[in-house]
């Protein structure tokens, strides 16, 4: 069975920036589309991005400019930079499917951004 285990996170002044990284356990994850998602307190979880096989990438607008997902298949790694953190950025960040697939739902890894 598959697994996704995200770190990286922690706590960020404002316009500081982190890099996520989600380990997969490869097979299907080197060909599926992959999204960062991120919930914050009393918020439903949101995608914030995606990227294909072939390197293809969306971003929700919030993030636009200021976030970059990529991958490594060799390593088994999908990234998430993210630069000019804001405040309203901070929540917990999971990777998953892009049709993200409830059994794949790991402990995310938190980021906390405060001054």
């Known amino acids: 069975q598959g697994q996704l285990v995200e770190s990286g996170g922690g706590l960020v002044q404002p316009g500081g920036s982190l890099r996520l990284s989600c380990l997969t356990s490869?097979?299907?994850?080197?060909?599926?589309?992959m999204g960062w998602y991120r919930q914050a307190p009393g918020n439903q979880r949101e995608l914030v991005a995606s990227?294909?096989?072939?390197?293809?990438?969306t971003y929700t607008d919030s993030v636009k400019g200021r976030f970059t997902i990529s991958r490594d298949n060799a390593k088994n790694t999908v990234y998430l930079q993210m630069n000019s953190l804001k405040p309203e950025d901070a929540a917990v960040y999971y990777c998953?499917?892009?049709?993200?697939?409830?059994?794949?739902w790991g402990q995310g890894t938190q980021v906390t951004v405060s001054s």
């Open positions: 490869g097979g299907m994850f080197s060909i599926a589309r």
């Open positions: 990227i294909t096989s072939d390197g293809e990438t």
């Open positions: 998953n499917t892009y049709e993200p697939i409830r059994a794949y």
